[in-house]
């Protein structure tokens, strides 16, 4: 996008099917983290990213085909397209060998760093403007979920940290396909198309970082790990991510990966009913930061207001 130039969407408000859809979004995404580990028994983490790319392209390409989108016809995505593919595959190698050298409850931590890597993007790149209480709904909806799932320790040795850096490299990673498919072409491109440059291009990228880890299958996986593969390949790349390109085509960016920190809350939930993990009541109390920091970050902007940088 031109230099000086607004998003159209950047002053959007969500709509209660945005809302809504978010939610659903974020249940699924905080079940896809148990579904990950409950398969990893069977497979290896690298090779279950690259099998869920690799199930989820048939699934983007029916799509496509039913609703009519052709897409290999020339429209100046090429390029964007090529680059998106890129960043989503790194993002998953670095996420993934992350979790080799630090604990998943840092790398949830750390991985929902995301948003501020997208305020701050949406405000470089986007033309977006976020006032004072925005930036404090952030700040307190990150912190509830550091408080919900345990806030890191400072005594970690070096791998950790090398684990934790690469995890912020993932959710960084991230946020800059977010904000790339918002600020170029890819922008007017049916998300089908938008998505499918990702998933095909992480595929060979994903596998290669497979190989390249030693990551092999010693047996064929049972029936609950395939079920969990094909939740993850179906629903949550085929689908879901598809459902959250559509939403950033339409609406604020930063306003829209504000509630991706709901997600690890729900993956706390899922981890209790199904990992059978204990919940303290201070899960309470992060809920309410949460969702005060939602309020704040969403809450209508006053019009007229001085400074705001978004329209009234």
């Known amino acids: 996008m031109p230099p000086g130039r607004t998003d159209p969407s950047a002053g959007r408000s969500l709509s209660a099917g945005a809302i809504a859809l978010m939610l659903l979004l974020c249940v699924s995404w905080g079940f896809n983290q148990i579904a990950v580990k409950l398969a990893l028994g069977d497979v290896p983490p690298l090779l279950q990213a690259t ?28 390029i964007p397209g090529l680059f998106a593919g890129l960043l ?14 630090t604990s998943a409850l840092r790398a949830v931590v750390f991985l929902y760093t995301a948003p501020f890597f997208v305020a701050l993007g949406s405000y470089r790149f986007l033309g977006e403007r976020l006032r ?43 946020a800059a396909t977010t904000l790339l498919v918002k600020a170029t072409s890819l922008s007017k491109a049916a998300p089908e198309k938008a998505l499918a440059y990702q998933v095909a291009i992480s ?14 299958l010693t047996h064929f996986p049972g029936p609950l790990a395939l079920s969990l593969l094909a939740y993850q390949a179906i629903w949550v790349v085929g689908l879901t991510f598809l459902f ?34 204990r919940l303290s ?6 809920a309410l930061l949460v969702i005060a920091g939602l309020y704040f970050v969403n809450r209508p902007e006053t019009r007229g207001m001085p400074g705001s940088g978004v329209p009234s």
Do not use: N
């Open 51 to 78: 099998i869920r790319s690799a199930g989820a392209l048939p699934v983007l390409l029916s799509i496509a085909w039913l609703r009519g989108i052709r897409l290999f016809e020339r429209d100046h995505t090429l």
């Open 88 to 101: 989503f595959g790194v993002e998953f190698v670095l996420i993934y060998r992350g979790l080799l050298l």
């Open 132 to 174: 004072v209480s925005q930036w404090g709904g952030l700040a307190l909806s990150f912190a509830g979920v550091a408080l919900a799932i345990g806030v890191p320790q400072a005594d970690v040795d070096a791998k950790v940290l090398l684990g934790d850096l690469m995890v912020v490299g993932g959710g960084a990673l991230w």
């Open 203 to 216: 595929i060979p990228i994903l596998a290669f970082a497979a190989w390249t880890s030693g990551e092999t």
């Open 244 to 277: 959250w390109f559509v939403l950033v085509k339409t609406y604020s960016a930063s306003k829209l990966s504000a509630f991706t920190f709901i997600t690890p809350l729900f993956g706390v939930v899922a981890s209790y009913f199904i990992m059978h993990d």
């Open 281 to 286: 009541p201070v899960f309470g109390a992060a």
